[in-house]
């Protein structure tokens, strides 16, 4: 795996380097080893699928409270979407810095989340599947986060939203949220 820095503190893109011989390739996706030479300790909890059925699609900005912080490696496996992160991390380097990135079934790429960083997507293809690698499992009750269309998160979507889950539009704004 080649692990490639992005703006915000602790997250990588991680991009797989496949085998290839006659049937096709082989690729390491997940080395619990390679991941805490990268400064990212954490084990894995939880795997999740999120299945979408319609471009447009927005899930987001999630994050999780303490003391179940979350990181998690996102990874596209059908079709395209458009991933972003934005640091909510007031004691982090990179507080406040978002980084967008197109995850597709084509290359593979993987975005590793810290915990504390907002994560969200929005779908670019119809019947898109996501997989997400968590380190906690999930709990309802310390599920947080922030408007996807808050202006201070800078965040640029590329589509209209089509369809977003009612919780996720009546997430608060960046100033209620985390004070920012």
Known sequence: MIFEPTPIEGAFVVRLEPRTDERGFFARTWCRDEFVAHGIDIEVAQSNL??????GTLRGMHYSAAPAREGKLVRCERGRVHDAIVDLRPGSAS???RFEIELDDRRRDALYVPPGVAHGFQTLDDDCDVLYLMSERYRPELARGVRHDDPRLGLRWPRPVAVIAERDRRWPDLADAVGG
Request: hydrophobic share 45%; aromatic share 12%.
């Open 50 to 55: 999120s299945h979408n059925r319609v471009a």
């Open 95 to 97: 507080f406040m810095r």
